[in-house]
C-alpha cells in the first residue's frame, strides 16, 4: 500500500518554493526576487552605507540638488537587493520621497529604474556556496558575472504582453509639436542662420523654468550641451547674453556644458551618457553632427552606426536628443526647402530613432538683428506644425528671440504645406490667375489648376468674370467657407 504523503509534499513546497506576499515571482526584466519588502528594507537600513540609505528613505534631500537625483539614489540603492522592477517600484512607493510626480508619471518611474539598473555592477546575494567579497558600497556582493547592463544595446529582447503593458499617458514634448522626449530630433540649415544661438536659448527655457519658448509650450528638465564646436569659454559668453536678453541675472542651474574638444567620439559620448545619468538629464544637445560622427556623413554605414551606437543608448535612457547640423551649400536651380542635412538621407529617414527634423533658413538680415524662418519637414507622431519666424536682436551685453508670425503670402510659399492651403492662402491677398497662383506657391501649374477645381466645386473659389487668355481669374468664395487658418491643415487630398 502506497503511504499518503500530501501534507509532507506540501510543507516541502511551502518551504522551498513559496512566494511571499505581494513578492513578484519573476522581474520583468527576467530577474528574480529572493527578498521580500520587508526585507530589503531590513538589509539596506543594516547595511554600512545605512547611513546615505536612511536619510533618503525618510524624506531627508541634504547633499541632493533635486527631488529627481534623490529619486535615483534611493533607487540606486534599492537595486543591490532587488532587480525586479515592480518590487523597486513599491519599495518606492513606501518611502518618504515619494511624491506626485512618481505616481503620474509612468515614463519618469521606468527612466529612473532604468538608470538605476543600467548603473549597477554587482548584486546582493544570499549565502549560497557563492564567493562573497565587499563592494565598494560597503554591501556583500558576488563575486558572480554580472549579465549585461540594462538599457544597453547588448541586452537580449524581450517578449511582452502588450495587454500587460500599463498603458502611456500622452506623447511627451520638451517643446509643444517639435521636440520630442526620449527621441531625437535634428535641426539643420546653411552657415550663419543662428541654429546654435537657437539651440542655446532653448536649452536656457528648458534648463531655466520657462513655460513657453516662442510661444509654444516647454516641458522643464536639465540640460547637457556637448559641443564639438566651441569652447566652454564662447558658449559662455553666448548663454549669458541669452539669459541677460531672457530677463535672467545668470545661467540656470541646471543647464550643463561638456567641450568634447581633444576627445575621441566614443569617449565622449561614454562620457555625456555617464553625466546624464548621474544629472538626471532630460536633453542631451549635440553641436555639430559633422564633428561627432567622425566617420563619412554620406554614407549609410557610417551614418546608421553612429546612431546605433551613441545615441540609441541615450535614447534607451528616456533622454531627448537634439543634433545640430548643416546642410550642403544651395546650388543654381536648387530649393531651399528640398535641402535636406548634409550627406546620407539615412540621417532623417532610416536612423529612427530620428522622429522630428526642422529646418532652419535665413529670410532677413538687418543692423543687429536675423530673422529666420523653421519648418518642420519631419514629424512621426503627428501633423507638421506650421512654419513659423524668429527674430533675433544683438548687441554686447544681450540676445533676444522674438517669435515672428508669417504672412499669408509667406505661409503660401512653404512646402510643408498641402496644395489646397497653399493655393488659399495665396488668394488672402486678393484675386490670381491661376499662372500667378503657381509663381507665388512654387506650386506646378497643372497642380494649380486641379486643386482650383476641387475648390470651385467645394465653392471655396469663385471666378472674377476675367479672363486671360484662356485663363479665368479666381478669389475666394464669399462667404468663405472652411478658408484656411493659421493652427489648422486642410486633409482633403485633391
Not at 507622431?381 to 517669435?403: D, H, M, R, W, Y
Not at 465653392?459 to 472652411?482: C, F, I, S
Amino acid at each position: 500500500m502506497i503511504r499518503d504523503r500530501s501534507e509532507e509534499l506540501h510543507a516541502f513546497h511551502a518551504r522551498h518554493f513559496a512566494v511571499h506576499v505581494g513578492e513578484p515571482q519573476t522581474s520583468t526584466n527576467g530577474h528574480s526576487s529572493a527578498l521580500t519588502d520587508e526585507e530589503v528594507i531590513e538589509l539596506a537600513k543594516g547595511a554600512k552605507n545605512a547611513a546615505k540609505f536612511e536619510p533618503l528613505w525618510s524624506d531627508d534631500l541634504h547633499g541632493y540638488s533635486s527631488p529627481s537625483e534623490a529619486d535615483l539614489a534611493l533607487v540606486s540603492r534599492l537595486v543591490f537587493y532587488t532587480q525586479d522592477e515592480e518590487q523597486l517600484d513599491r519599495l518606492y512607493r513606501q518611502s518618504g520621497l515619494c511624491r506626485q510626480k512618481w505616481l503620474d508619471r509612468p515614463d519618469y518611474r521606468r527612466r529612473t529604474i532604468t538608470r538605476a539598473l543600467s548603473n549597477l555592477t554587482e548584486t546582493y546575494t544570499p549565502d549560497d556556496g557563492a564567493q562573497m567579497v565587499v563592494g565598494g558600497n560597503g554591501h556583500l556582493a558576488s563575486q558572480r558575472p554580472i549579465p549585461i547592463e540594462f538599457g544597453t544595446p547588448g541586452r537580449k529582447p524581450e517578449v511582452v504582453r502588450l495587454a500587460e503593458v500599463e498603458r502611456p499617458g500622452p506623447r511627451r514634448y520638451l517643446c509643444q509639436d517639435l521636440v520630442l522626449a526620449a527621441y531625437v530630433t535634428l535641426l539643420h540649415g546653411d552657415g550663419g542662420v543662428a541654429k546654435s544661438l537657437l539651440a542655446l536659448a532653448f536649452a536656457v527655457a528648458v534648463a531655466g523654468g520657462s513655460r513657453e519658448w516662442l510661444g509654444r509650450r516647454v516641458e522643464n528638465g536639465r540640460v547637457l550641451y556637448l559641443d564639438f564646436e566651441l569652447d566652454a569659454e564662447e558658449q559662455s559668453r553666448r548663454v549669458h547674453q541669452l539669459c541677460h536678453g531672457a530677463g535672467l541675472e545668470n545661467p540656470p542651474e541646471d543647464l550643463f556644458y561638456m567641450s568634447a574638444a581633444g576627445h575621441k567620439t566614443r569617449e565622449v559620448f561614454e562620457a555625456a551618457r555617464d553625466a546624464c545619468k548621474k544629472h538626471d538629464v532630460e536633453l542631451l544637445i549635440v553641436d555639430s553632427y559633422g564633428v561627432a560622427l567622425h566617420g563619412d556623413a554620406e554614407h549609410a554605414r557610417d551614418v546608421i552606426g553612429f546612431h546605433q551606437e551613441y545615441l540609441e543608448p541615450l535614447r534607451a535612457l528616456g533622454i531627448a536628443v537634439l543634433i545640430i547640423d548643416h546642410q550642403s551649400r544651395l546650388q543654381a536651380g536648387q530649393s531651399y526647402q528640398n535641402k535636406g542635412a548634409f550627406g546620407s538621407v539615412d540621417k532623417a529617414n532610416l536612423a529612427r530613432s530620428v522622429r522630428s527634423v526642422i529646418q532652419v533658413e535665413a529670410t532677413e538680415r538687418g543692423e543687429g538683428t536675423l530673422t529666420v524662418r523653421l519648418r518642420q519637414k519631419k514629424h512621426n507622431f503627428g501633423p507638421l506644425a506650421e512654419p513659423f519666424g524668429v527674430k533675433l536682436s544683438f548687441s554686447e551685453e544681450a540676445v533676444t528671440l522674438e517669435a515672428v508670425e508669417l504672412k499669408a503670402a509667406e505661409l503660401a510659399e512653404e512646402a510643408t504645406l498641402t496644395a489646397p492651403d497653399r493655393v488659399k492662402l495665396a488668394l488672402e491677398d486678393g484675386p490670381a490667375y491661376p499662372w500667378e497662383i503657381a509663381e507665388i506657391t512654387g506650386v506646378p501649374l497643372k497642380t494649380v489648376k486641379n486643386v482650383l477645381t476641387g475648390l470651385r466645386k467645394q465653392g471655396m473659389v469663385e471666378p472674377t468674370g476675367k479672363t486671360e487668355g484662356q485663363a479665368e481669374q479666381v478669389r475666394l468664395g464669399v462667404p468663405r467657407p472652411n478658408v484656411y487658418k493659421k493652427g489648422t491643415r486642410d486633409t482633403n487630398v485633391i
